[in-house]
């Protein structure tokens, strides 16, 4: 009898025990939250160059195998076929090697013609394509490649030309904004009709895993199209087609959001930007030009398994923790930044949804700053192009997550979709369309409060 009495109890209390597992998710309790975890448990505490560079923990196993092997695959130069590995560069392509344009896993650099640029053109006719994407212009297809093969002419060449354009603040203050001009230059085939170029500067690569993991409606509850709340700021979805899944899907990634998911960032940029095909873009992307002759396209260039490996690389790199979250001048700058709308668009919090595989990226309270949505910024930064949902003068709310490191992880900081921007006032002064009430009261605050918003953006 006691030994049943014994039983009962134990039942009891893993009744218990199993009930309140199974209770629903309770507030989140922010009594003793660090500030400083950007990306949850996917944060990482180094501010150096290499900040941007690290893997999340808790990787072991063949995770941490794929990992490793998507480093090496992301550094590795590749070239001409016929190789042993690592073959199948070009004819025609803009680099040759994943960190060429991501440096350090980070932004690129603006320039044309070098070696270290990380600087491409896409161009469109202006009209779409059968997936309602931008259709490619003939002879040049969707992306303008400057550098090919021993023996083949790349498709153009361009130029950057800037202007200096004065800004002066209420308060008499004064800032210089730099307006680029871009030229193709040498073509090698005259385009005929009207056309559309956008330049688009190599992102940070950093924290991708977890913006994929944000659920979709979420992103879609951001969303603001009839101005409902009367700020200005509308913003929307653009739904874009996956190759993969030959369906329409939420697109989070690229600088107008135009890619739904990291595999397919990935393989496109390898496609692109190097002229390497793979499962998930098997055609040249200069196919049916002079270019490609003699070429089969019978197989593609790229093994799944490095590309799958890449792909899991980009997804478990870890987002850099915050700085100086105690310092007062920063506190001062974060609330002066919600006060003036910033947190509009740049969304302060997001929480991940599940991911069974990578516990690091699963229900997690993020920080990136960013609503993934593309709201019109307005002429000045205007390109013309549209990517299917978004227009010439839309572009996707980038992640402010480690803005404050561009300088250390890239020597250089540049800003915005084409690296204009030398500072981060300048980024902010070039803002425009839905974002020129935030912009405008910005420049109404004192030198004081204006370098307090830049300071705390310096933290992130």
Not at 127 to 141: F, I, K, N
Not at 250 to 276: C, E, H, S, W
């Amino acid at each position: 009898m006691v030994r049943k009495k014994n039983l009962l109890a134990v039942g009891i209390a893993c009744f218990i025990t199993v009930f309140s597992m199974c209770r629903k998710a309770q507030p989140f309790n922010d009594t003793g939250y660090d500030s400083r975890l950007s990306g949850g448990q996917a944060t990482v505490f180094d501010a150096s160059s290499k900040a941007f560079t690290h893997m999340i923990a808790g990787l072991v196993g063949t995770d941490l195998n794929a990992h490793e092997r998507g480093d090496v695959a992301f550094e590795q130069t590749f070239v001409s076929a016929p190789a042993p590995v690592f073959g199948g560069l070009g004819p025609v392509f803009n680099n040759v090697s994943c960190i060429s344009c991501h440096h350090n896993d980070g932004k690129g650099t603006p320039t044309a013609g070098t070696v270290t640029s990380s600087l491409l053109l896409r161009i469109t006719n202006g009209l779409t394509d059968e997936h309602g994407g931008p259709a490619g212009v003939d002879g040049y297809g969707g992306q303008v490649q400057d550098v090919a093969l021993f023996g083949i002419q790349p498709e153009a060449h361009w130029d950057i030309v800037y202007a200096e354009v004065p800004v002066t603040y209420p308060d008499g203050s004064t800032a210089s904004l730099r307006k680029p001009t871009y030229n193709m230059q040498n073509a090698y085939k005259a385009i005929s009709g009207g056309y559309f170029i956008s330049p688009r500067l190599a992102p940070p690569v950093f924290g991708l895993g977890l913006l994929e993991n944000i659920p979709e409606g979420t992103i879609a509850s951001f969303a603001d199209e009839a101005d409902k709340d009367g700020d200005g700021i509308r913003g929307h979805v653009n739904y874009v087609y996956n190759p993969q899944t030959k369906q329409t899907e939420i697109g989070r990634f690229g600088l107008k959001a135009n890619t739904p998911t990291i595999m397919v960032q990935v393989a496109t940029a390898y496609q692109q930007d190097m002229g390497v095909t793979s499962m998930v873009r098997p055609q040249e992307a200069s196919w049916g030009q002079a270019q490609c002759a003699g070429i089969s396209g019978d197989n593609y260039d790229l093994p799944d398994s490095t590309l799958r490996a890449v792909a899991f690389y980009v997804k478990t790199l870890a987002v850099p923790a915050r700085r100086d979250v105690e310092d007062a001048e920063v506190k001062r700058g974060e609330a002066l930044f919600t006060q003036i709308n910033c947190s509009g668009c740049h969304r302060t919090t997001v929480q991940t949804g599940m991911d069974v595989n990578v516990p690091a990226l699963s229900n997690q309270r993020i920080h990136p700053y960013t609503d993934l949505l593309v709201h019109d910024m307005g002429d000045g930064l205007a390109d013309g192009y549209t990517d299917f949902l978004a227009n010439g003068r839309e572009w996707r709310t980038t992640p402010l997550w480690g803005i404050g490191l561009f300088e250390k992880t890239n020597g250089t900081p540049y800003y915005l979709h084409d690296g204009r921007a030398r500072s981060i006032e300048e980024a902010i002064l070039w803002h425009g369309g839905e974002a020129t009430n935030t912009k405008n009261k910005f420049m109404q605050l004192n030198k004081t409060d204006r370098n307090a918003v830049i300071r705390f953006l310096r933290s992130l």
